[in-house]
């Protein structure tokens, strides 16, 4: 049985052995966590499914232009450049940091959130689906399998066969708030 297999399997998805899987891999992890070394970071893609060596990672990293940075507590950590255009490499956010950017995108972007069975269809402005649909990802919440975005239309799938309401109606939550304390 390959290393994808077993990991899917285990409850996680089937991840190729392929370097852009890899890649994509080491980014999420890096946005998720503090790793302060190869070798944790190694650790972490194994759990994963994931059998790297130093150099391959070493190689990884130089590509992903993934450098060192100082942490809010004081620790070096690797961090990436972040998606869409900043440049900068900034420290995973926290959970509350994610929440509250999803609370203004939504507020912001959110036209309409409609749902059946475990998909949901969100409208938004023209041009503003992908990038809605970008910070869902970078969000994780966990009853979301994925997303699919157009120009202004996003479908979002629900882990659960019957939680399609449950996830609009979420969203429409975080809209609604953010509208409350925004003028």
């Known amino acids: 049985m390959s290393q994808a297999q077993d990991h899917e399997q285990q409850g996680g998805p089937a991840v190729p052995q392929t370097r852009t899987a890899r890649h994509r891999r080491i980014v999420d992890i890096l946005n998720r966590q503090p790793v302060r070394s190869q070798s944790q970071l190694?650790?972490?893609?194994?759990?994963?499914?994931?059998?790297?060596?130093?150099?391959?990672?070493?190689?990884?990293?130089?590509?992903?232009?993934?450098?060192?940075?100082?942490?809010?507590?004081?620790?070096?950590?690797?961090?990436?450049?972040?998606?869409?255009?900043?440049?900068?490499?900034r420290a995973p956010l926290g959970e509350s940091?994610?929440?509250?950017r999803m609370r203004r995108l939504s507020g912001?972007?959110?036209?309409?959130?409609?749902?059946?069975?475990?998909?949901?269809v969100l409208r938004?402005?023209?041009?503003?689906a992908q990038f809605?649909?970008?910070?869902?990802?970078?969000?994780?919440?966990?009853d979301i399998l994925g997303t699919i975005a157009g120009d202004d239309t996003l479908l979002l799938i629900s882990r659960e066969a019957t939680g399609g309401q449950a996830l609009a109606d979420h969203l429409l939550s975080l809209a609604q708030n953010s509208r409350r304390t925004t003028p």
């Open 42 to 89: 190694a650790k972490l893609l194994a759990d994963d499914g994931l059998s790297v060596t130093q150099a391959t990672l070493s190689r990884d990293l130089d590509e992903l232009n993934a450098v060192k940075i100082r942490n809010t507590d004081g620790e070096l950590i690797y961090a990436v450049p972040s998606e869409g255009g900043f440049r900068t490499p």
């Open 97 to 100: 940091a994610k929440e509250e």
């Open 108 to 120: 912001e972007l959110l036209i309409s959130a409609e749902a059946s069975a475990n998909l949901v």
């Open 124 to 128: 938004t402005p023209p041009g503003a």
């Open 132 to 142: 809605l649909a970008s910070a869902i990802d970078q969000a994780e919440l966990h």
